[in-house]
């Protein structure tokens, strides 16, 4: 019997502009240019990082200034990105060695039911995310007087560029442009004049734990950690790595682009704790501030140039969480519906990645404007929501990292195990902790 051949996949625009951008990766590999391959292949890394200091994380790190001061959580915060640096490699080797996204080796691996589970819970949280977005986005525009429908208008326009540019590598940049933004920061924390040798004595040592243990440290330590390790980012990396058509000869590139954009998030983040500082040592009560509050109470310290640097970063942050967030559910649907979910493609080819990226981002923009709408409600569910789905996230990414089948020869050493069980255990124990001081506050 005649063996039969199988069907020959039809070229389209995803293959071809991915095989343009491969060329190049080659040639610079070949003509021995290690400053332009770096170039090319950084992107999924520095996003998923920066794209994590959205609007709440950074208005988690401005309450953690205000009320601690510079000291304990500094050393802290960078802790918590060495965790998500180690969380975030394995998407790298995953997304390198199996050419496809999070969300399908989850079906492919652990079956429909797991596959499906995985994208509905990460639609849900990441809608009601990306809710939180849009109001830091309007809280940050409001400083300046831009009305909250034209803040979200043009936040839903953003968004929305992805359909207009029809190329990974061109969308990767623009947004990649807008999230260094995220670094306005450090001037803002340079403009309050703080002791450095402070700084760098915290850093080290971990002191001083201004006020000691406390029920509001610990609300803020397991918010922080929130706010650097999250679900979406996994779905949104994996994804890109896949889209952007990274092999296993990139992954030390794409371990690279993931530490600096780990590097360049924990800066900014140290920077938006230090620039808050002022606000704990004059004694003001910012335990309920948002976005306006703090721009406006640092003016004292920083001038009307500084207040207005740091709600121009936390309307930043919002704009790129907002996109990334988007584009990783975008992703997670194309890939458990089998449908084409490539930002390489035109929008008549992947119209369904394109509805829900861009419709995702509209409803959860639209509910912000709603008058009456239970914005705090929302934020306190996204929290709990978010670090309780991370531990079965971090199962799921160690057993794949695991694989043999899909890993090869990339799968995790023991040592990577050992560290991802170290994140998975400690992510666990703080998110039901966390999980518990919110809905049982009397406990705490």
Sequence with gaps: MTPQTPPKTPLTQEHLHRAADRRQ?????????????LWLLIGPGLLVMLGENDAPSMLSYAATGSQFGIGFFLPFVVLTFVMALVAQEITVRLGAASQTGHA?????RFGRFWGNFAMIDLLFTNFLTLVTEFVGVVAGAGYFGIPAWAAVGGGVVIVSI???VRRYWAWERLVLALALCNLVFVPVAIMTHPHWGSVVHALWSWQPLAGGFNVNMLILLLSDIGATITPWMLFFQQGAVSDKGLT?????HGRID???GAALAAIAALGCIIATAPLYVHHMNASQFGTAQFAQALVPYVGRIGGALFALGVLEAGLVAATVISTSSAYAFGEVTRTAHSLNRSFREAKGFYLILIGIAAVAGALVLLPGF???MVVIMVNVIAVLTM?????FLLILANDREIMGPHRSTW?????GLTVGIFVTTAGIIYAISVIFPRLF
């Design 162 to 164: 992805a359909v207009v």
């Design 258 to 260: 993931t530490t600096l």
């Design 25 to 37: 990766v080659e040639t610079a590999r070949l003509t021995r240019r290690p400053a332009k391959l």
């Design 415 to 419: 040592w990577l195990n050992a560290m």
């Design 374 to 376: 239970p914005l705090e």
């Design 391 to 395: 531990p079965p996230a971090i199962g």
């Design 248 to 252: 296993v000869r990139d992954i030390r």
């Design 104 to 108: 399908d080796l989850i079906y492919r």
